[in-house]
T-cell receptor, first 116, second 114 residues
Framework: DTAVSQTPKYLVTQMGNDKSIKCEQNLGHDTMYWYKQDSKKFLKIMFSYNNKELIINETVPNRFSPKSPDKAHLNLHINSLELGDSAVYFCASSHGGRTGSTGELFFGEGSRLTVL | AQSVTQLGSHVSVSEGALVLLRCNYSSSVPPYLFWYVQYPNQGLQLLLK??????LVKGINGFEAEFKKSETSFHLTKPSAHMSDAAEYFCAVRRSGGSYIPTFGRGTSLIVHP
């Protein structure tokens, strides 16, 4: 039973389109994240939600909009896709901010987005 | 503020040789330190972590790391590399109090030659 699952695993789309990536975790964590990994493997945090509330919103174009319907889900919607959005997007979860929690992250397998 | 520096974007070793991946951090408070591994086309998974207590920590697949406060380092080692160790390795730091969002290094690609 996958702990952090993302769908779809691969996305190929044209510039200007809108796409969504879904993420679900069954670990009982209260914090979820979206990371973007570029072609050089650099990991950049995009968003973090704690108990469905947005707590981190890094400098990300507002074409990217996260939504957390509940603690176990964090979706990412991207409008008007651009070539530079091509990357692997990782969802992760953790116990965040709780006393005694070391906060290690559990990652999904990634969603590879290719914009043509 | 906290930051992580991984020395060397690529490290190449022969199978059976010692693996040493370097990580230096800065943190204004005692840190929690992590190493993650990313195999090709997969997500990151935790290799090991340091929180408190013993400064030499052991992880999965024969890896270990030593927290050295005086050197602000948390280098990852394995006595004998295996072909299956070829992967991307990330060091991460987070504060032991306050913000729990980790900061990742830029990653080191480990290449293992037969």
């Amino acid at each position: 039973d996958t702990a952090v699952s993302q769908t779809p695993k691969y996305l190929v789309t044209q510039m200007g389109n809108d796409k969504s990536i879904k993420c679900e975790q069954n670990l009982g964590h209260d914090t979820m994240y979206w990371y973007k990994q570029d072609s050089k493997k650099f990991l950049k945090i995009m968003f973090s939600y704690n108990n469905k509330e947005l707590i981190i919103n890094e400098t990300v174009p507002n074409r990217f909009s996260p939504k957390s319907p509940d603690k176990a889900h964090l979706n990412l919607h991207i409008n008007s896709l651009e070539l530079g959005d091509s990357a692997v997007y990782f969802c992760a979860s953790s116990h965040g901010g709780r006393t005694g929690s070391t906060g290690e992250l559990f990652f999904g397998e990634g969603s590879r987005l290719t914009v043509l | 503020a906290q930051s992580v520096t991984q020395l060397g974007s690529h490290v190449s070793v022969s199978e059976g040789a010692l693996v040493l991946l370097r990580c230096n951090y800065s943190s204004s408070v005692p840190p929690y330190l992590f190493w993650y591994v990313q195999y090709p086309n997969q997500g990151l998974q935790l290799l090991l972590k340091y929180t408190t207590g013993a400064t030499l920590v052991k992880g999965i697949n024969g890896f270990e790391a030593e927290f050295k406060k005086s050197e602000t380092s948390f280098h990852l080692t394995k006595p004998s590399a295996h072909m299956s160790d070829a992967a991307e390795y990330f060091c991460a730091v987070r504060r032991s109090g306050g913000s729990y969002i980790p900061t990742f290094g830029r990653g080191t690609s480990l290449i293992v030659h037969p």
